[in-house]
């Protein structure tokens, strides 16, 4: 069965700071991952979208990295901020249905002062 | 919000009655989506649709139907509501597939059942 799993469930890091977010998938045959980030009470945005053969993307303060042999992604955030409080969602596509993914059930992430 | 419009944003019905929610873009994409996020939960695939009059179910389809007669609409019913579809739904939109393009969101339908 197709599953995406993420780490940790939740997360509290102090303003500044650097962190790290984790997804295991399980899709197979891959298409891509997607990372998402959802402030509370709005709908998910986009935040990077990696293939097969990439394994890093930037954007701005956020890196992700993909191994597709181990099934892992990573988001990792730089000099964290306020306004970085979300949920993260993994998004894995499948090669052969391109009109369906399958959603993690995100982490949340809250930063402090 | 990529031009999407969920309307209501927020609804409190009582059990038995129909429910309809409506999403309306002016993107102009093909592909139309309605999910249910619940705590715990990943987003859930209720229904889409990839076309006028064409639709198909998700993964939780079960007491929902939808309906899409022009391109900018979206229409998702639960005809009988019940207290476990008390949830906060989401319309997504996307030129193709929601695996090949990125897919937006609109801001969320909170729903709930009494």
């Known amino acids: 069965k197709n599953q995406v799993e993420q780490s940790p469930q939740s997360l509290i890091i102090l303003e500044g700071k650097n962190c790290t977010l984790q997804c295991n998938y399980t899709v197979s045959p891959f298409s891509n991952l997607r990372w998402y980030k959802q402030d509370t009470g709005r709908g998910p945005v986009s935040l990077t979208i990696?293939?097969?053969?990439?394994n890093t993307k930037s954007n701005g303060r956020y890196t992700a990295t993909l191994d597709a042999d181990t099934k892992q992604s990573s988001l990792h955030i730089t000099a964290s901020q306020l306004s970085d409080s979300a949920s993260y969602i993994c998004v894995v596509s499948e090669k052969t249905s391109y009109d369906k993914v399958i959603f993690g059930p995100g982490t949340s992430l809250s930063v402090i002062p | 919000d990529a031009g999407i419009t969920q309307s209501p944003r927020h609804k409190v019905t009582e059990t038995g009655t129909p429910v309809t929610l409506r999403c309306h873009q002016t993107?102009?994409?093909?592909?139309m989506y309605w999910y249910r996020q619940d705590p715990g939960h990943g987003l859930r695939l209720i229904h889409y649709?990839?076309?006028?009059?064409?639709?198909d179910k998700g993964e939780v389809s079960d007491g929902y139907s939808v309906s899409r007669s022009k391109t900018e609409d979206f229409l998702l019913t639960l005809e009988s509501a019940t207290s476990s579809q008390t949830s906060v739904y989401f319309c997504a939109i996307s030129e193709s597939g929601q695996g090949a393009t990125e897919a937006f969101f609109g801001q969320g339908t909170r729903l709930t059942v009494v």
């Open positions: 649709s990839y076309g006028v009059k064409d639709t």
């Open positions: 993107e102009n994409h093909r592909y």
């Open positions: 990696m293939t097969f053969s990439e």
